[in-house]
T-cell receptor
Framework: AQKVTQAQTEISVVEKEDVTLDCVYETRDTTYYLFWYKQPPSGELVFLIRRNSFDEQNEISGRYSWNFQKSTSSFNFTITASQVVDSAVYFCALRAGGYQKVTFGTGTKLQVIP | GAVVSQHPSWVICKSGTSVKIECRSLDFQATTMFWYRQFPKQSLMLMATSNEGSKATYEQGVEKDKFLINHASLTLSTLTVTSAHPEDSSFYIC?????????????FGPGTRLTVL
């Protein structure tokens, strides 16, 4: 069985603060893929990143960075110098190798206050 | 690249009518598409997996006779909500799976908000 836990339901930060969104996953498969999606108020899910289980390198893309740690089954997402446009619901997701289905976490609603 | 469209973006209908939602992958071919349902402030719930040229695979608890899915081409899947009732009101989202040498990712459409009166 696959499971994704996003313990933070809602987070509020003041603009320019850094914020980290937590994601913990469970799977028995040795090959799997992790994703982060952003869902702004408009509703459309925007793909942010995909990481496979064999690639533990952290990644940075502009103000976004991801910390993948297999030892703790975590795939955390950090936004540096947050902006109001970052306000959205962020979903972490997991797909086990060989399966098509993606399991989503419950999402973390981020509110960036100007 | 990897753009998925949905039509309509919103629809209001009377109870008992049927509503068809289209999902198209605009710049890639997708043998697999997915249909999700999302209630307010909740996560995405997978309804069914749609494979081109074959019958859709429905998740447990989803009525296949109520939610008809057709994936007739590599760029189009449709979801028809038959005899819609107010409890079917929701945000329906489709995604298309893009696979390649270095990628295997679902890209999502903008969603369709269905309101049944």
């Amino acid at each position: 069985a696959q499971k994704v836990t996003q313990a933070q339901t809602e987070i509020s930060v003041v603009e320019k603060e850094d914020v980290t969104l937590d994601c913990v996953y469970e799977t028995r498969d040795t090959t799997y893929y992790l994703f982060w999606y952003k869902q702004p108020p408009s509703g459309e899910l925007v793909f942010l990143i995909r990481r496979n289980s064999f690639d533990e390198q952290n990644e940075i893309s502009g103000r976004y960075s991801w910390n993948f740690q297999k030892s703790t089954s975590s795939f955390n997402f950090t936004i540096t110098a947050s902006q109001v446009v970052d306000s959205a619901v962020y979903f972490c997701a997991l797909r086990a190798g060989g399966y098509q289905k993606v399991t989503f976490g419950t999402g973390t609603k981020l509110q960036v206050i100007p | 690249g990897a753009v998925v469209s949905q039509h309509p973006s919103w629809v209001i209908c009377k109870s008992g009518t049927s509503v068809k939602i289209e999902c198209r992958s605009l710049d890639f071919q997708a043998t697999t598409m997915f249909w999700y349902r999302q209630f307010p402030k909740q996560s995405l719930m997978l309804m069914a997996t749609s494979n081109e040229g074959s019958k859709a695979t429905y998740e447990q608890g989803v009525e296949k006779d109520k939610f008809l899915i057709n994936h007739a081409s590599l760029t189009l899947s449709t979801l028809t909500v038959t005899s819609a009732h107010p409890e079917d009101s929701s945000f329906y989202i489709c995604s298309a799976r893009l696979t390649g040498t270095d990628t295997d990712t679902q890209y999502f459409g903008p969603g369709t908000r269905l309101t049944v009166l």
